[in-house]
């Protein structure tokens, strides 16, 4: 869990992704659209890579990709991400978490 937190700590949104993962795009992309630039781990492209993939499966997030963290809180996977966004909460945490200004 260290591991993780420790890539968390600091930064308004963090996103674990694998370079392939089409879905790990998309999260990227609505990111941006809200104009956020999230950190981004490849998991697939990062020493400690299978390390942290470990992680982020023990902490329920299956498949382990992607997996958000906003604000230092674990936010989720794609369907809590696109959950939040559908009841209008994504852009406020976004905010609170100092991701975005508006």
């Not at 420790?6 to 659209?33: A, T």
């Not at 997996?67 to 976004?94: E, R």
């Amino acid at each position: 869990m260290e591991v993780v937190r420790h890539l968390v700590d600091e930064k308004p949104l963090v996103i674990f992704s694998k370079s392939s993962c089409y879905v790990s795009h998309s999260m990227k992309q609505l990111m941006r659209s809200y104009g956020a630039n999230a950190t981004v781990y490849e998991l697939d492209e990062i020493p400690n890579g299978k390390e942290v993939e470990k992680v982020l499966l023990s902490m329920g997030n299956k498949p382990s990709v992607p997996t958000i963290f906003i604000g230092h809180k674990f936010a989720g996977g794609s369907k809590d991400i696109l959950t939040l966004q559908i009841q209008g909460k994504l852009v406020p945490l976004l905010i609170e978490a100092g991701a975005i200004w508006v």
